[in-house]
């Protein structure tokens, strides 16, 4: 509880300050995970941990300003999934290097559904929106994991230029001022 208090202070603070938050509190949740909140075979322990995590923080504590994703490790599994109402966002990770990871993106759909917009919170090879749309498989956001975007191994700068010089692509210098 007291780290859940720590978290509901920052982000109240944000909140004040008119400041969203993409919060991905259960990082890379997968049956036998890593981490202790999924240190389990089965999903219902962690379904409701993050139900409660997502009621304390939103019902008790009132925050409005985040943005739930729920951060798959790998392959998306139904039993771990709290369900559509507890969450804005919902994907996998992966570093393959078959991007766009198609058939990762056609299985976290057959988990999430169609109604939630699916990232890929992590990876280690930038995806090239050419060859994501319109359908093989449209992330609507992805994240590189640090120092894999310019370790010159992972994704070379004629990549990285392509990627973001892509129509598909909204930079930040792109976002308009929603306030």
């Not at 993106?105 to 930038?126: D, M, N, Q």
């Amino acid at each position: 509880m007291s780290r859940l208090n720590y978290i509901a202070y920052q982000i109240g603070v944000m909140k004040t300050a008119n400041v969203p938050v993409i919060l991905a509190i259960y990082h890379e949740t997968q049956s036998n995970g890593w981490f202790w909140w999924a240190m389990t075979t089965s999903g219902t322990s962690f379904v409701n941990l993050w139900k409660y995590t997502f009621n304390y923080l939103t019902a008790t504590k009132g925050l409005t300003n985040i943005v739930w994703l729920m951060p798959f490790s790998g392959t998306p599994s139904a039993a771990f999934y709290p369900g559509k109402a507890y969450l804005d966002l919902s994907g996998p990770d992966t570093y393959a290097t078959d991007q766009p990871f198609t058939t990762l993106f056609t299985t976290a759909r057959g988990v999430i559904g169609t109604s939630v917009p699916i990232p890929l919170h992590e990876t280690g090879l930038i995806p090239s929106p050419s060859a994501m749309f319109p359908t093989a498989a449209p992330w609507v956001l992805f994240n590189i994991w640090a120092s894999y975007e310019s370790d010159g191994t992972h994704n070379t700068m004629a990549n990285i230029q392509s990627v973001y010089a892509d129509s598909h692509t909204v930079t930040r210098d792109e976002i308009p001022n929603l306030k």
